[in-house]
């Protein structure tokens, strides 16, 4: 399962809808593709269930717009702080911890976070950040096709 | 005298940003004050100079969890204003659309926001690990309330299909009779719920409050009703003005709402419970009395239990709606006027006022809109001053939190009305 997040009207938040988009007829069949665009907390539901997992988000930037970081969901990177905020603080990293919790997190649940220079609210992707959305497609179709070998590992 | 400061510099588990200062002078408490610090977002002012038609949708964007609260109160001031009524199966339908609001907005304040507080947990995500079979019944009900929203309204958050003098779209009964089995299903999660919350450790609180619903010659409020209180306001929602006042206060973004004369009111669950208990189902009111309530209840605390009720009674009122439904068509005609019209409907977080003037074309020339929380914010801060005076000696840490899970007893959505939260406790 492929799931982009973000708003697609906040500037460069809306690149995991693009990111999807780009990977329209692509994907081996079986793969479900979808974009959440508001409520996060819908996330735990969305994937309970799937075997395996990719989310593209946008990230604030450490430096260079554009850049693509992958991210393992189950690594401690994206442990939420204590204390949930309120639902509008209920992100990605808090989804993935509940599901953790709750023993229904995806087996394989991999993270492509892009850095965005802006999230303004009615500005359009910047152009550092859709420079990238061909190449993360790619990456996530080629990590799609190893799938099948990392179901595998994880029955071994 | 030594002075003594206690900070909640943003407090958790609710809607928007805010802050919370006590000072203590002399071993007495002698400020509770909520700090609002979201900014304005001046949608009353975006609404000027728009068409009629365009109002349901701006003011659906206030609020991810309570966007029907605001269209609802839109589309009924339009209809005043133009001379129309709703009636029948379009009513209905509107009916039903609200229930899902209720059930997934309390779903998700019940479960994931404010049971924490009863269970010593942080929040909801470590809570889940022994408490996972709630979870994932609270996320249940969020579903199911969702699923209404996005059947009626055409999506799940900020639904598009509400207009004045109805709906863009209706459904057919064929669309609506697969809500019926996730309705049954949040029913019955919502009468465990009750039965679970009813036996959390409470506070010991009664507090004197005046409280204010609208009430309905038959149902149980939710879009329609005069404005009443247990203290003799009983009022037609034209004549809100003439009893109620909106005050700017330094410390909030959002306007303190106040009776003339009196003061602070409670509005919300235990005020429409109170005021409106006649008007339950025999199986509610048995189900409360299950959980060790009367007829009228006092202490804030327990509101998460009237909460749970109104999620099982709005999802026994949907059931009732898609059994008797019928599909009409989509919307009555309005031809607009100049002139001004009132809505006031029960938000999951209480009653929810707007006033709209209008030119003969149907354009907006002001608008008015009373959210919720913003009529809460002197109750909120009498419960924290009676909480944290109870509990005085006790140390800054039990006091912090004790007063952040009275400020989560009303499910505050500040973003509504201004538009989160700080503690500040000052000792003298």
Known sequence: MIIGLGNPDRGDDGVGGLVVEALAGRLPEGVETMVRTGDMLGLVEDWAGAQAVICIDAAATVGAPGRVHRIDGHAEALLPEPGLASSHAFGLAEAIALSRALGTAPPVLFVYAIEGSGFDTGAPVSAEVAAVVDEVATRVLAEVARWPATAEAIRA | ?428
Not at chain 2, 101 to 118: K, Q, R, T
């Open chain 2, 1 to 428: 005298m030594a002075t003594k400061t206690i900070k909640v510099e943003y407090i958790s588990r609710v809607e928007g940003e805010g802050a919370l200062d006590l000072e203590i002078a002399g071993g007495k408490v002698t400020s509770a004050q909520l700090r609002i610090f979201e900014p304005p977002r001046f949608f009353e002012a975006f609404l000027r100079g728009r068409g009629h038609e365009e109002i349901p949708d701006i003011v659906a964007r206030i609020c991810g969890i309570c966007p029907v609260a605001y269209q609802m109160g839109a589309v009924h001031a339009i209809e005043d204003a133009f001379g129309v009524k709703v009636e029948g199966q379009l009513r209905a339908l509107r009916r039903l659309l609200y229930c899902g609001e209720w059930i997934e907005s309390h779903g998700l304040h019940v479960v994931m926001l404010h049971a924490p507080d009863f269970l010593g947990y942080p929040d909801a995500i470590q809570m889940a690990a022994q408490h996972g079979d709630v979870v994932r019944r609270g996320l249940a009900l969020k579903k199911a309330g969702n699923e209404i929203l996005r059947v009626l309204g055409g999506r799940e958050i900020h639904p598009v299909s509400v207009k004045p003098g109805g709906f863009h779209r209706v459904p057919t009964k064929a669309e609506l009779a697969p809500l019926a089995e996730e309705l049954k299903r949040a029913r019955d999660i919502a009468v465990d719920l009750v039965r679970w919350v009813a036996k959390f450790p409470f506070p010991d609180l009664e507090q004197d409050y005046e409280f204010v619903a609208m009430r309905h010659k038959d149902e149980y409020p939710l879009n329609e009703g005069r404005l009443v209180s247990n203290r003799g306001i009983d009022l037609d929602i034209a004549d809100y003005e003439t009893t109620f006042e909106e005050r700017h206060v330094a410390r909030s973004t959002a306007l303190h709402s106040l009776i003339k004369g009196r003061g602070a009111y409670l509005v919300g669950p235990m005020a429409r419970y109170a005021l409106n208990f006649d008007r339950l189902p025999a199986s509610i009111q048995g189900l409360a009395a299950e959980a060790g309530l009367g007829p009228v209840e006092r202490n804030p605390f327990k509101s998460i239990i009237v909460r749970s009720l109104e999620i099982a009674y709005a999802s026994e009122e949907a059931l009732r709606i898609i059994a008797d439904y019928e599909r009409p068509e989509p919307a009555v005609l309005l031809e607009p006027r100049a002139g001004v019209g009132y809505g006031c409907t029960e938000a999951p977080r209480g009653i929810c006022w707007h006033r709209y003037e209008f030119e003969e074309d149907g354009t907006v020339k002001t608008a008015k809109i009373v959210p919720p929380t913003s009529q809460n914010q002197p109750s909120i801060e009498a419960d924290l001053m009676s909480v944290a005076t109870s509990m005085i000696d006790a140390s800054d840490d039990e006091i912090r939190h004790r007063c952040e899970q009275t400020i989560r007893n009303y499910d505050p959505c500040i973003s509504c009305s201004a538009h989160f939260l700080k503690l500040t406790v000052t000792r003298l």
